[in-house]
């Protein structure tokens, strides 16, 4: 089928077992595209009463028809899952390399099922699968565990997608993190891979596919690429990626500040813009496969307590973690971003769950024994990186801050829920 490997494997991890399954093509036309196709099959394998963190769950890996493909930015993959956070079907979008390697390596999805009995990965790789032990990889930071793997199979192009220690503890703020930091952040999926002691999924591949017209549809991908090329504002998601929102929107009151009780904050914005961002602390870096816009940034900050060199922050974690929670040091929300990164947490989640802790705690609703001894104030980055910490860890408040913040409003009662943001569970993006 042009556009299509057309295979998916399935992975059922109980039996340590693979089968490869012929990709059902009145699915991949009807749900065009790896969110339809994965939903589709979700729909039909997991009923509504599956415990989305026993055996009996699954999570679905699943690319679309541009995937792996000339067109610009067509290396994205989708997972679609029940969610252990809002507990209904959830499906999340990540960048990078990945999605284009797993469909490179033989299929246009990927079905893991059961649980592995100790920590497993897998190694897929032109229509290869080895289940490999990981128990040496277990606790390890979802950045390292990147490299770790590349180093043991000795390819550095291996693509990988893994979890942190967050998701090992089943979190329901984690998520999976591949590439260098880039994360399908929605939904906790990362307690997911946790419950099935997954640690990661590691692909390469140089299989090709039909395509309809690979001419004509070659000439399109260099016209878009060449559009691109000429957009101005293409041109500004280049030079200051998605935190130029914080720069050009915040007067539309389009920033979320304080908990959402505030929607102006001019100087905070600036401070965590794509401006502030480009004249500091920002270095080059290259964009995900085949993407012509290149908004993914990286960023080093050189000395003090916030000295790191990795990926560096959306707009969506620089509200999350700045504004909201009324900080506006660029340097901390990087250094707090890269831990998300490495713990494998969700920065937008993260970010609501530590601004609702710090308005529950101003209210009195959380104690400053409940916290580990951290004054959880407003505008306090240093209470902000250690609750993020505490979530990552699993302990302290964080172990109530990471369910999310509605089971966190339940658990600490009174009018604690009036300051819990979210649709069931999931805390309410950026916008
Ligand atoms: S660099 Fe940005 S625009 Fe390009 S694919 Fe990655 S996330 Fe999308």
Redesign the pocket.
């Known amino acids: 089928m042009d556009g299509y490997m057309g295979k998916i494997l399935r992975v059922n991890l109980t039996e340590k077992k693979c089968t490869e399954e012929p990709l059902n093509p009145k699915y991949a036309r009807d749900y065009i595209g790896g969110t339809g196709l994965g939903d589709r099959i979700i729909y039909d394998e997991v009923p509504p009463s599956t415990d989305p963190l026993s055996p009996a769950s699954k999570i679905v890996f699943a690319t679309g028809p541009v995937t792996a493909t000339n067109y610009?930015?067509g290396?994205?993959y989708q997972i679609c899952f029940k969610s252990p956070l809002t507990g209904i079907l959830c499906d999340a979008s990540s960048?990078?390399y990945w999605g284009a390697d797993l469909k490179r390596a033989g299929y246009d999805a990927l079905i893991i099922e059961g649980a592995a009995e100790e920590p497993v990965y897998l190694w897929i790789h032109n229509q290869k699968v080895e289940f490999k032990p990981a128990a040496h990889l277990w606790g390890m930071d979802a950045l390292k565990v990147q490299e770790a793997i590349q180093r043991e199979i000795g390819d550095e192009r291996i693509r990988v997608a893994c979890i942190g220690p967050a998701g090992e503890k089943k979190v329901l703020l984690s998520c999976i993190i591949n590439d260098e930091g880039?994360a399908p952040g929605r939904g906790g999926n990362g307690a997911i891979l946790g419950s099935k002691n997954l640690k990661a999924i590691a692909v390469r591949g140089n299989g090709a596919f039909p395509l309809h017209d690979p001419a004509a549809y070659n000439a399109l991908c260099k016209k878009i690429a060449k559009d691109n090329a000429v957009s101005p504002a293409v041109a500004a998601?280049r030079e200051y990626?998605?935190a130029q929102v914080l720069d050009n929107l915040w007067a539309m009151g389009d920033i979320p500040v304080k908990n959402w009780q505030l929607g102006l904050w001019e100087e905070g914005c600036k401070n965590l813009g794509g401006k502030k961002m480009k004249d500091t602390i920002l270095v080059p870096h290259t964009?995900?496969?085949r993407?012509?816009?290149?908004?993914?940034r990286w960023v080093k900050i050189e000395e003090g307590p916030y000295k790191m060199d990795g990926p560096g922050p959306e707009y969506e974690t620089l509200a999350a973690m700045g504004t909201m929670c009324l900080i506006d040091d660029l340097n901390a929300v990087s250094f707090a971003n890269d831990l998300c990164n490495r713990y494998g947490i969700d920065t937008i989640s993260t970010g609501v769950a530590i601004a609702f802790g710090m308005e529950a705690y101003e209210k009195g609703l959380i104690k400053k024994e409940d916290t580990g001894g951290i004054e959880l104030k407003w505008g306090d980055a240093q209470a902000m990186i250690a609750m993020t910490h505490q979530i990552g860890k699993n302990e302290k408040l964080g172990a109530i801050l990471g369910r999310g913040v509605k089971r966190a409003a339940e658990a600490l009662g009174g009018d604690s829920w009036k300051y819990a943001v979210h649709v069931k569970g999931m805390g309410t993006p950026m916008h």
């Open positions: 610009p930015s290396g994205r960048g990078g880039r998601m990626g998605t964009a995900c496969y993407c012509t816009l290149g908004c993914s």
